[in-house]
Structures are given as structure tokens and as C-alpha cells.
């Protein structure tokens, strides 16, 4: 069998299981067995598969077709043009997430600090992906990134040392602000909190409901369990005129917005920003002078 065959058999049993992305996940696959990019398949498409490439590729395609999420089947996501380590420890980076990043490096290009460096608390930081990209796209920052879970924390850990930012971030194990040492007061705080309602999360893809870690889902009977204890907590970690940028659920903007007006947590401006879908993704709140 050559490796054009295999990839063609790959295709059709993916799409045999409902795969809209058949061909290109066939392909990622194969790639990554064969540690080579998609162009080699087809320059060297004629070439021979060993008998365990091919068993090898059709246990990966079982997991697959069973609902193992690509990127854990891979072992990597890119992330603000990152690559990352992922695995069931862990959530999945998603592009939605981005705006989060992007909005947070927007923010930080126009504080200036004559000395010292920014200072970064990014709270549930699961693989990372949030502290390591702002760690790595503005070296102004140092970051203090906390998750409740020891073994998100070891994957966050290894992707820090192989973004080359491990020397400024630092990891916390704990439940939140808990994390911390210390009060700590930082110029801006992240956050992609578990934000799902706990009822729908069985409802959600198999891909998600079975396979990434519910503790990084479930945000209790509302969905807002976590997001009230941040961001009642919030405000007392933070600077005069510090931001907090939260993600939130697609449909959460208006609760979360009047929550962080509320005379409970002291925050003077609060914004939702949306995604290219035109969702509800991020909260950006600002703390008074």
C-alpha cells in the first residue's frame, strides 16, 4: 500500500463518521507518524507504508472517529502563533480566545513603566496559553499564572520552557487568588474561567463533554460561579486604573457586565467585547484610579 492509498482509506473512514474535515485530518494524522509536513505526501505519495505505519494510522483514526479531540491525538494547537502542548489535563486553546490575548497586548503597549516590568496575574491558566503568548509577544511583562489543577500546571510549565518565556513566568497551584503568596497588585489580571452552565455540558459535542477536563468547563448551575468570585475578588489584587479581561460565555455579556458594576465589585468602566461571530466573549473592566 503507498502512502496515497493509505491516506485515501484514512479519508473515507473518517468521513464514514460524520468528519466534515476528512481530508485535512486525515493528512495531520499521517504527518505527524510520519514527522513530515502534508507537502511530502503528495511528492512522495507513491511511496511505500510499512505494515505498522498503516496500524499505527488506523488506531489514530479509531480515536479519532471515537471522538478524541485532533489536537490531543497530536499533542499540539497553535496558539497566537505559538505552538503548544496539549493533552486531557488540559483545555484546548480556541481561536475565540485570541481576542482575550490580543486585547491584552493592545492594553499593554500603552502602559509605560520607566522601570520594572508589567506585572500579569493570568488565573486559570490551564496550558498556558494566555500567559506564555502575552509572556512572549511583549518582554515588558512578568507574569503570575495560577490553575487549581497540579497537572495543567505541568503541561503549562513545559510550554513556557519551550516558548522560551519560563524565566518570566511564574506558576501557582491553587484555587484562584488562593494561588497567590501574597495579596499582590498587578496592572492587568486574565482569566479564561470554566464559564459552561453545568447542566449544559452534557448537551455539548462529544468531543468536548468526554474528553476535556470538566473542571475547566463547569461553572456551576449558572455558569457564573467563577466569574462572581473573580470578580468580587478581582479588584483588591489590582492596581489603581488596573484591567481585568475576562472570557465569558456567548450570551453572558449583559449578566457579567452589570456584575461588574455592581456596587460589590468597584470597577468604574466595563465593556463586552465580541467575536468575529459577533458573540459575547470578552468582559474588559477597569478599576478606578
Do not use: W
Not at 470554566?194 to 475547566?216: G, K, N, S
Amino acid at each position: 500500500m503507498t502512502l496515497r492509498e493509505l491516506l485515501t482509506i484514512g479519508t473515507e473512514i473518517l468521513k464514514e463518521h460524520g468528519n466534515a474535515d476528512a481530508i485535512t485530518e486525515s493528512e495531520l494524522l499521517l504527518c505527524h507518524l510520519l514527522n513530515k509536513d502534508r507537502i511530502h505526501l503528495y511528492a512522495y505519495g507513491r511511496d511505500p507504508a510499512d505494515e505498522s505505519l498503516c496500524q499505527t494510522f488506523f488506531d489514530l483514526l479509531q480515536r479519532r472517529a471515537g471522538g478524541t479531540p485532533l489536537q490531543y491525538i497530536l499533542g499540539t494547537v497553535e496558539f497566537m502563533g505559538i505552538s503548544l502542548s496539549v493533552n486531557e489535563s488540559v483545555l484546548i486553546p480556541r481561536q475565540d480566545t485570541e481576542l482575550l490575548a490580543e486585547e491584552a497586548l493592545k492594553e499593554l503597549s500603552k502602559l509605560t513603566r520607566l522601570l520594572g516590568h508589567h506585572q500579569i496575574l493570568d488565573l486559570c491558566t490551564g496550558s498556558g496559553a494566555l500567559a506564555i503568548s502575552v509572556a512572549k509577544l511583549d518582554r515588558k511583562t512578568r507574569v503570575t499564572a495560577t490553575d487549581l489543577s497540579p497537572e495543567a500546571l505541568v503541561v503549562a510549565r513545559k510550554n513556557a520552557a519551550a516558548a522560551g518565556v519560563a524565566d518570566t513566568i511564574r506558576f501557582c497551584q491553587g484555587d484562584l487568588f488562593d494561588a497567590l503568596d501574597g495579596p499582590g497588585h498587578f496592572d492587568m489580571i486574565l482569566s479564561n474561567p470554566p464559564y459552561i452552565a453545568t447542566e449544559v455540558i452534557d448537551t455539548l459535542a462529544v468531543e468536548i463533554r468526554e474528553h476535556e477536563p470538566r473542571m475547566a468547563l463547569d461553572g456551576g448551575n449558572d455558569g457564573l460561579d467563577l466569574i462572581r468570585r473573580i470578580l468580587e475578588a478581582a479588584p483588591r489584587h489590582m492596581k489603581p486604573g488596573g484591567l481585568l479581561l475576562m472570557e465569558i460565555g456567548y450570551d453572558q455579556g449583559n449578566a457579567v457586565r452589570s456584575l461588574a458594576l455592581s456596587q460589590k465589585n468597584p470597577f468604574i468602566r466595563a465593556r463586552i467585547l465580541r467575536d468575529l461571530a459577533g458573540n459575547d466573549r470578552v468582559l474588559k473592566a477597569r478599576k478606578a484610579r
